[in-house]
């Protein structure tokens, strides 16, 4: 069955640096969407991707979706504390069934 | 608060003991969907509702678990006879059916913290 994988499992990084987590199916995906988990909190949804090649940006949080669609990234500028949690890629055997990776948790020193 | 509701936010019971969950989803939404998560572990996808059609479940659901939507609209998920290896975060989830080439954007609550003893 389908896998997501996700890299770094852990990234602590310094406040005001950047830094990419990277998302990895092992089939091609027809989307994939990015997770936000707060520490004690539930998942929350960031953004969608659909095509091949997608750059999509929020703030300084960049989402790029890979152009075979089998993999993705999340590369987020200036950290800040509020940048805490964990992120989760997740892509979709079907259309409605979400396949989740195990998530990248970012902390930070102030 | 129009977001996804989950009752209880905490469950402690004893091995062998059998305990309901229930989900309130988002009032619009078709789309209902039970996963289980672990420590340092993403959400498990568990069972999905299509309205109040269950289409589909895990093979991570043993015939202990068994879930319900009636009517389509609020959710339970029972687990019978507890085991210990069932302890876990049980979070729900909804959305509107995406009736296009993109997936749904999924709205999970807050989740249910099980712990048996």
């Known amino acids: 069955g389908q896998q997501v994988m996700q890299i770094p499992q852990y990234q602590h990084v310094q406040e005001g640096e950047d830094f990419t987590t990277y998302c990895n199916s092992s089939t091609t995906l027809s989307n994939i969407q990015w997770y936000k988990q707060r520490p004690g909190g539930h998942p929350v949804f960031l953004i969608q991707?659909?095509?091949?090649?997608e750059v999509k940006k929020q703030k300084r949080l960049t989402f790029q979706f890979g152009e075979a669609k089998k993999n993705s990234s999340l590369h987020i500028t200036a950290t800040q504390t509020t940048d805490v949690g964990t992120y989760f890629c997740a892509g979709p055997p079907n259309d409605y069934k979400l396949s989740f990776g195990a998530g990248t948790t970012v902390t930070v020193r102030a | 608060d129009t977001g996804v509701s989950q009752d209880p936010r905490h469950k402690i019971t004893k091995r062998g003991q059998n305990v309901t969950f229930r989900c309130d989803p988002i009032?619009?939404?078709?789309?209902l969907y039970w996963y289980r998560q672990t420590l340092g572990q993403g959400p498990e996808f568990l069972t999905y509702?299509?309205?109040?059609?269950?289409?589909?479940k895990s093979r991570l659901l043993s015939d202990r678990f068994s879930a319900e939507r009636p009517k389509g609209s609020f959710s339970t998920l029972e687990i019978q006879r507890t085991e210990q290896g069932d302890s876990a975060m049980y979070l729900c989830?909804?959305?509107?059916?995406?009736?296009?080439?993109?997936?749904?954007?999924?709205?999970f609550g807050p989740g249910t913290r099980l712990t048996v003893l």
């Open positions: 509702f299509q309205n109040e059609a269950q289409l589909e």
């Open positions: 991707l659909v095509k091949s090649g």
């Open positions: 009032s619009e939404h078709n789309r």
């Open positions: 989830a909804s959305s509107l059916q995406a009736y296009r080439v993109k997936g749904d954007e999924q709205f």
